[in-house]
T-cell receptor, first 114, second 114 residues
């Protein structure tokens, strides 16, 4: 499984854009990049998944350069409620039958202040 | 939110006693997972299931067993609890779409072994 490295913590203020970068130098050809969010005392919640270039949904954007050795999760105009731990994961490639396993690291603690 | 419940939500038990945690889903998803979360380690996969009576080990399976006799229920058993198994346990489910890493997590069970 590809190992990921991301900052332990980040601070921001309400209304700002936050970019969390994750490095995954040994990502395999079939691997996807996935981000999860976790609030205290809750299970993680899926945010976004991508393979290359840019993916955007109603919550975030994911930027993946051509070499795919890193990725950046972008959260537009954060609020206090975005304070959470964010995990970058690289999958072990799609199985024939799905049910892909996840390997979580320790994540990035984002703190948003007024 | 996905229909996942875990029981009990909190449990205190003594070393050497057996403990069973239950995960129940109403989504009819094929795949189910048990994770543990400890400070400094993120989430680690214990066991997972890819169908009724079909299970396999994750990265930290020693001391744990699982069973899945029905699609909706996935049981995690600690045959003889130890203090090192004090943790927060999360159950997750996924549809198993090939290439998708979207898992839905339950609320967690906080287990303390004294």
């Amino acid at each position: 499984l590809a190992k990921t490295t991301q900052p332990i913590s980040m601070d921001s203020y309400e209304g700002q854009e936050v970019n969390i970068t994750c490095s995954h130098n040994n990502i395999a050809t079939n691997d996807y990049i996935t981000w999860y969010q976790q609030f205290p005392s809750q299970g993680p919640r899926f945010i976004i998944q991508g393979y290359k270039t840019k993916v955007t949904n109603e919550v975030a954007s994911l930027f993946i350069p051509a070499d795919r050795k890193s990725s950046t999760l972008s959260l537009p105009r954060v609020s206090l409620s975005d304070t959470a731990v964010y995990y970058c994961l690289v999958g072990d490639g799609p199985w024939g039958g799905g049910g892909n396993k996840l390997t979580f690291g320790t994540g990035t603690q984002l703190k948003v202040e007024l | 939110d996905a229909g996942i419940t875990q029981s009990p939500r909190h449990k205190v038990t003594e070393t050497g006693t057996p403990v069973t945690l239950r995960c129940h889903q109403t989504e009819n998803h094929r795949y189910m997972y048990w994770y543990r979360q400890d400070p400094g380690h993120g989430l680690r996969l214990i066991h997972y299931s890819y169908g009724v009576k079909d299970t396999d080990k994750g990265e930290v399976s020693d001391g744990y067993s699982v069973s899945r006799s029905k699609t909706e229920d996935f049981l995690l058993t600690l045959e003889s609890a130890t203090s090192s198994q004090t943790s927060v346990y999360f159950c997750a489910i996924s549809e198993g779409t090939s290439g998708s890493y979207e898992q839905y997590f339950g609320p967690g069970t906080r287990l303390t072994v004294t």
